[in-house]
């Protein structure tokens, strides 16, 4: 029988994504209702790593009133960061040379030293798998599924990504007049890392004309054949949508820089070059629109706010349960907790025969194969 909890910490790790506000909001509500303290890890486990950066104090209390009115905003009140993985810190050695080392340990004396009982670890695949390593480790802790990319397993969605599809589809809605009035392709590149989630959805509620996600090498003379069908049917412009890790069947992923210890790869520049080859193959012009960070912006739509409220409140449920080593999840119409071992480490990627897919197929849309 593990102790009462009394005092939790929460942390936000990872890209940010909106509804991390009223995850964080809901956990401190419904904490502080049952009587326990909550406190704020900076910018990831920063805030206990390098506690020197933060003389405001790299974990701090968060009060009920510290979260009022933040339900809707975007970012994180606590900050964020995609380098340091505690699990593989990158450390300068005597030598000058850069190694990973494992900077758990210093996470769990934090909690020991300061007697908070429990975890709430908002975040990605990093973040949960990191979640994972310390609940193995003694630690309790309940994660909170969040990416705009939606590529997390065993829960129907993540918070974040509702509002990413929402604002990309208003860009492809408004993209098509100019398109049409230039009779332009105008190619718009978007986040989706290894799995075309926000290209795919918004792609058809934005009536694109072809799709590029990672999960279908594609092929540009496909994609030329559609606009050039559409061109002989008096449609004289197309919306090409690619998601940023989109490949060439006989090709590379377009990367800006490549991994380095502590950081994972950047992807980028794929917009670029399908408009090139575009223009080139039908002789028309051709435009590029890169949406990039603004999807990670904005207020949560009331879809992501709600699920990531009910996501916060469903972390203390399932600490005040008794469970550990949890991520919440949505199984609809209702939350459940999936083990992390479940989650972390695996990538939901789009299935080649969901009915979304076939959609996009049915509605005459091109995916480039
Ligand atoms: O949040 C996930 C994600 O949006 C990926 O799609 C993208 O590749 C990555 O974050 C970029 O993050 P950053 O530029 O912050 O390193």
Redesign the pocket.
């Known amino acids: 029988m593990s102790n009462p909890i009394r005092r939790i910490a929460i942390c936000t790790g990872?890209?940010d994504?909106p509804g991390l506000n009223a995850v964080i909001r809901a956990v401190v509500i419904a904490a502080s209702n049952l009587g326990w303290e909550c406190y704020g890890i900076r910018e990831g486990f920063n805030g206990i790593l390098f506690p020197e950066r933060y003389p405001e104090g790299g974990v701090f209390k968060l009060t009920r009133d510290r979260v009022k009115g933040i339900a809707h905003l975007g970012g994180t009140i606590l900050g964020t960061t995609?380098k340091g993985n505690p699990l593989q810190f990158p450390m300068k050695m005597p030598d000058g040379t850069i190694k990973e080392v494992d900077r758990t340990g210093e996470i769990l004396e934090f909690f020991g030293r300061k007697e908070l009982d429990a975890l709430v670890s908002i975040g990605?695949d990093g973040s949960l798998t990191i979640a994972h390593a310390l609940s193995k480790k003694g630690l309790r802790v309940v994660g909170v599924p969040k990416?705009?990319?939606n590529d997390l397993d065993k829960t129907y969605t993540t918070f974040g990504f509702d509002t990413a599809v929402a604002f990309a589809t208003e860009c492809l809605d408004r993209l098509h007049s100019t398109a049409e009035s230039h009779q332009r392709i105008m190619v718009v590149e978007m986040?989706?890392?290894y799995a075309g989630w926000i290209a795919l959805n918004s792609g058809i509620s934005g009536s694109a004309h072809a799709i590029l996600i990672p999960e279908i090498p594609f092929d540009l003379e496909k994609v030329a054949a559609k606009i050039r069908e559409r061109d002989n049917d008096g449609r004289m412009y197309s919306l090409v949508v690619v998601a940023?890790?989109a490949n060439p069947a006989h090709g590379q992923r377009s990367v800006l820089a490549q991994a380095e210890i502590g950081h994972?790869e950047?992807?980028g520049g794929i917009g670029e070059r399908v408009a090139n080859s575009l223009q080139e193959l039908t002789g028309k012009d051709a435009r590029v629109v890169v949406l990039g960070?603004l999807?990670?912006g904005g207020s949560p739509t009331s879809f992501d706010r709600l699920a990531a409220l009910r996501f916060g409140a469903a972390a203390v449920r399932a600490l005040d349960e008794g469970h550990s080593g949890v991520m919440v999840a949505l199984a609809l119409p209702n939350v459940n907790y999936v083990p992390l071992e479940e989650v972390a480490g695996r990538m939901k990627a789009v299935p080649l025969d969901c009915d979304t897919l076939q959609t996009g197929r049915d509605l005459g849309i091109c995916f480039g194969d």
Do not use: F, K, V
């Open positions: 990872g890209g994504a995609n990605g990416t705009i990319d986040m989706g890392r940023e890790g994972a950047r992807l960070h999807l990670r």
